[in-house]
């Protein structure tokens, strides 16, 4: 585990970008939520999209990839989804049922990731099936914010 946090690990552009996501958070959290402006939030959230598509890029072609990259680029993905489907909870009711379901899965694939990097002594990276799963949920998402009268609004 100490080759996991060695400077040249952590200090990278694709962990910049990151933790980039994890800071536009807030910024969506607020546009939507607070200002209601949901334009401006998909707008954020594109943004953030479009740094998870080139911190990975940056990662694979110029020899960036690191344990600790494979570990916070997910964290920025699960956070971020997480912040979304709390924010769509505001309009729709039967969200609950879906953020139970996230988190549940959620808490199941880190608990068997942690297992697997103790057991082996590495972090796995994200898979195809895994980086398809978060384009669905995002545009899923970005539809609901778009169209509202797709679901039942409180």
Not at 114 to 139: P, Q
């Amino acid at each position: 585990m100490r080759r996991f946090f060695q400077k040249n690990q952590i200090l990278t552009v694709p962990n910049l970008l990151s933790v980039i996501r994890i800071a536009l958070i807030p910024l969506i959290v607020w546009l939507y939520s607070v200002e209601k402006n949901y334009y401006g939030a998909i707008a954020v959230i594109a943004l953030s999209a479009a740094t998870d598509i080139i911190d990975g890029f940056i990662a694979r072609h110029f020899n960036m990839i690191s344990d600790f990259g494979k570990a916070l680029d997910p964290l920025a993905d699960k956070l971020t989804q997480a912040a979304l489907l709390i924010c769509l909870l505001s309009r729709y009711e039967l969200m609950w049922g879906l953020i139970v379901i996230f988190g549940l899965c959620e808490i199941t694939k880190f608990t068997l990731a942690m297992i697997i990097a103790k057991r082996l002594d590495e972090v796995n990276g994200a898979k195809w099936y895994g980086k398809a799963n978060t384009v669905m949920i995002y545009a899923t998402i970005m539809a609901f914010m778009l169209f509202p009268q797709m679901m039942f609004e409180k």
